[in-house]
């Protein structure tokens, strides 16, 4: 019977199964007892690996994990595959699992650093000296290194899974230095003079940013179901990020806010100019609908107001920062703080904003 069956031999405790991959004459041994049912599943089996052949699906190591062969074909694999190559089929098996600004974000630190950069040279090529070379001589933050870093990591991480290769070469690199900038709040005299550059509707988002220290994307997604003037509180539930609504930074983040007198005050004032039919708080002036994200509120309002206030350049991530330092100077409670931050505990409170509290709490 076996004699019939193109590419199965049926040994006296075993099968073999025979095919060509990569131009390769292959023979992998089943330890089966040749039986009519068990040549009919090698068959089928064999079939299966032609056809995964033919449409470049075929995974070796998946078929035969202990096979002597299949490792070494795999070994050889990394001498045909481009660090581009890699990171594609990395990127197209895994973006369905990140948010859609993590996605924009790797896209962007594949097409700027990782191609340009690494994406000629083979994977059995790469060396870690080359990623440590580049970060010596690039003038990216630590963090975004970092985050270089950790893409070519998991690629590469792919390939040692499937003994592709025989370790992962950014384990050999240490993660590089991050930095943290030193917060620079706004004093009062600064804070005025920054909002007497700005009208309407800009005025109000940044006045009650600066009294009630919400990030830009939380401002954005504000909406009216989220607010209890009753209560003189708002629940910061959203955050609004290259135009998509998404749930805030962390599970901390998500939080009840109790206003600030000058905040509620702010607030009313625009709820009186806001129209009926929107449900978000703060609204692009020239266009009456909300804003896309905090990229045209920064260039258009932003960076202009602090131009023409002469006022030294910051973010207005700033705007945060004043809020905490106001709050903390004014000897409010450091777990109320944080909470108001919607920062995890105090810890992470204290780590960026101790200076600012009183030597007499």
Not at 198 to 221: C, D, I
Not at 294 to 304: E, F, K, S
Request: some cysteine.
């Amino acid at each position: 019977m076996d004699s019939k069956l193109t590419g199965i031999k049926a040994n006296n405790s075993s099968i073999s199964i025979s095919f060509t991959y990569n131009d390769i004459r292959c023979r992998e041994t089943v330890k089966v007892k040749p039986t009519k049912s068990a040549l009919k599943e090698m068959v089928r089996k064999r079939d299966a690996i032609l056809y995964e052949i033919e449409f470049g699906q075929f995974d070796y190591l998946k078929h035969f994990p202990n096979s002597k062969k299949a490792k070494s074909l795999a070994s050889t694999q990394a001498n045909r595959i481009t660090i581009k190559e890699m990171i594609t089929e990395w990127f197209k098996r895994t973006q369905d699992q990140w948010e859609y600004s993590t996605k924009r974000g790797y896209i962007s630190k594949i097409n700027h650093h990782i191609e340009p950069n690494f994406g000629h040279i083979y994977v059995n090529k790469f060396k870690p000296s080359f990623f440590k070379d580049w970060g010596a001589t690039s003038n990216l933050s630590g963090k975004t290194k970092n985050e270089v870093r950790s893409i070519l990591r998991s690629a590469f991480q792919e390939l040692y899974i499937d003994e592709v290769i025989d370790g992962n070469p950014i384990d050999r690199v240490k993660r590089f230095k991050h930095i943290k900038k030193e917060p620079e709040p706004f004093n009062a005299i600064e804070r005025e003079k920054i909002l007497a550059q700005m009208t309407g509707q800009v005025r109000n988002l940044y006045e009650f940013a600066f009294w009630t220290g919400l990030r830009t994307s939380e401002l954005l997604a504000l909406r009216k179901c989220d607010i209890d003037l009753e209560r003189k509180v708002i629940f910061v539930r959203k955050a609004l990020v290259h135009g998509r609504e998404k749930e805030t930074k962390t599970k901390s983040s998500a939080r009840t806010h109790q206003l600030h007198k000058s905040a509620l005050k702010v607030l009313k004032t625009q709820l009186s100019i806001t129209s009926e039919n929107n449900i978000r708080i703060f609204l692009n002036p020239k266009t009456d609908q909300p804003w896309r994200d905090d990229r045209a509120i920064y260039h258009n309002c932003w960076v202009p107001s602090l131009k023409l206030s002469g006022v030294k350049f910051r973010k207005q991530y700033n705007t945060r920062h004043t809020y905490a330092s106001t709050m903390l100077t004014e000897n409010k409670p450091i777990a109320w703080v944080a909470k108001q931050l919607g920062h995890s505990d105090i810890a992470m409170t204290l780590s960026i904003y101790a200076r600012w509290i009183p030597e007499n709490t």
